[in-house]
């Protein structure tokens, strides 16, 4: 569910026009981007569950990917964005940073904790709809589709003749780059 991130982002966008499309997108992978020096240390791990699948692994992040650790990390973002880019702007940014949590929840096996570190040892959640490789695709899409209609919109409304034509072209080249992304992650392209 890399690209489908980005398309939260994208719609995000149109909704908080302030806050920049980088912190947007970087909002959207903070929980991934989080995960991967805990998973340099060990902390938090990956295992190949199915060879050449998209989807195909299962994942460790006790404390990156817990509900709570989400929040957590959706709270620090809203104080933080709030300086640059006010009250709206942080609940948009931090709403995006959350959202990583729910759609992984869609897509990932039962590997999610609720709490960090899986205290309580409670019940892992998780969807699996990577068990359906054309399922999460469609999803995926849906999401890029989704976010480039509300960014390419609101794109439109905001600028004038010379930079309504950039904001096309920009949704268009970030709209191939990401059903690229996508294509690349469901044929297991490295």
Do not use: C
């Amino acid at each position: 569910m890399f690209a489908g991130h980005f398309g939260v982002a994208a719609a995000a966008k149109a909704k908080a026009p302030r806050v920049p499309l980088w912190a947007l997108m970087v909002g959207t992978q903070l929980i991934d981007i989080i995960f991967v020096p805990l998973l340099l240390s060990r902390i938090e791990g990956m295992e190949q569950v199915q060879q050449k699948s998209y989807g195909g692994m299962l994942i460790f992040a006790q404390y990156s990917h817990s509900l709570i650790g989400a929040l957590l990390i959706s709270a620090i973002v809203w104080v933080l964005a709030r300086i640059f880019w006010g009250n709206q702007g942080a609940v948009f940014l931090a709403g995006v940073v959350l959202s990583h949590w729910f759609l992984d929840l869609l897509v990932h096996r039962a590997d999610l904790p609720i709490l960090p570190g899986n205290m309580g040892d409670l019940p892992l959640l998780g969807f699996g709809l990577w068990e359906s490789s054309v399922t999460s695709v469609i999803i995926e899409f849906i999401l890029i589709l989704i976010g480039m209609i509300f960014y390419t919109r609101s794109a439109l409304q905001r600028g004038q003749e010379k930079k309504r034509r950039r904001a096309v072209i920009a949704s268009a080249v970030m709209s191939i780059l990401l059903v690229l992304a996508l294509l690349t992650d469901f044929l297991g392209v490295s």
